[in-house]
């Protein structure tokens, strides 16, 4: 009996950690080898407490639902309530997926096609273009996701002695300039925790006249178009240093100004500032 039990729970533990591997392709983010092998104890702690203590609680289907979370949240890296929604959705995809397919080839070897099993084939055959449409799916998401990747660099800039560095995105479609000096301008967000002055991100005319002198002389106004809101301007502020890094080179330039949010530029926080193009021109 001991050795059987090993078996379940070595099974267990590998099918664990092949179905947190084949999530971390479809999610694009492969987890470290570390990471996959403590989530998948993690995810069979339960198993091995029922069969030494024989707590029925512990294979409760509530567990079972709640075990994947915390397995996903040591296996990969998350940093957002939509990345890790994102997460478990794909590894109980994958769970549910292979189990199907598997019961299907089980049902259509075992059983065959002309012995009646009508159900059963065409559940296997569901299950095939499920899985099929699923993966087709998660790839062109992927796809897109590297492409999106390719198009942001490392960026660097300081004002009034304050630093910022972090990811951008670099926009082709962003056009927005001072049209009277041409300089071109960038979308950057902060957090007001992080120190910056709570009025560069407001943008009330009220909060903009209570800024430090050296905040104020380096702002300018840039007339720009949103939803709603035909014209509008936006308070923008010219940088003392601006360094976009592109493979492993810096660009430097003077001819940068910046306006700045606290919104979330991305929703998966893959960049945190928008670049006009002309910044990354050599």
């Known amino acids: 009996m001991t050795g059987y039990a090993e078996v379940i729970l070595l099974y267990n533990l590998a099918a664990d950690g092949l179905l947190l591997l084949v999530t971390g392709i479809l999610l694009g983010h492969p987890p470290k080898r570390s990471r996959i092998i403590l989530a998948s104890i993690i995810g069979t702690i339960p198993l091995f407490l029922h ?4 707590w029925d609680w512990l294979i409760h289907f509530a567990v079972k639902m709640i075990s994947p979370v915390l397995m996903v949240v040591i296996a990969f890296k998350i940093n957002g309530i939509a990345v890790l929604l994102s997460a478990v959705l794909t590894f109980y995809f994958v769970t549910f997926l292979t189990g199907g397919v598997l019961y299907g080839f089980q049902s259509v070897l075992l059983n065959g096609t002309a012995s009646g099993h009508f159900s059963t084939v065409l559940l296997f055959i569901l ?22 990747k390719r198009q942001t660099v490392p960026v660097k800039f300081s004002i009034c002695q304050k630093e910022w560095s972090g990811t ?11 049209p009277i000096s ?10 007001e925790d992080e120190g910056w002055p709570a009025a560069i991100s407001a943008g009330e005319h009220e909060a903009l006249a209570q800024l430090p002198d050296q905040w104020a002389e380096k702002m300018t106004w840039i007339p720009a178009r949103s939803i709603g809101a035909e ?3 936006l308070s923008a502020f010219r940088t003392d240093e601006f360094t976009v890094y592109i493979d ?8 940068a100004l910046v306006t700045f949010t606290t919104s979330a530029l991305s929703d998966d926080q893959t960049f945190f ?7 990354v021109r050599q």
């Open 273 to 279: 500032c928008i670049l006009h193009p002309n910044m």
């Open 168 to 178: 951008a995105l670099i926009d082709t479609g962003n056009s927005l300039c001072d």
């Open 231 to 233: 014209h509008q301007l």
């Open 127 to 148: 299950s095939i273009a499920t899985t099929f449409y699923f993966i087709q799916r998660r790839l062109f998401s992927m796809s897109t996701k590297r492409s999106l």
């Open 182 to 191: 041409k300089k071109e301008v960038a979308v950057c967000q902060v957090r």
């Open 248 to 255: 492993g080179k810096a660009i430097q330039t003077n001819r």
């Open 51 to 54: 069969m030494i203590l024989g």
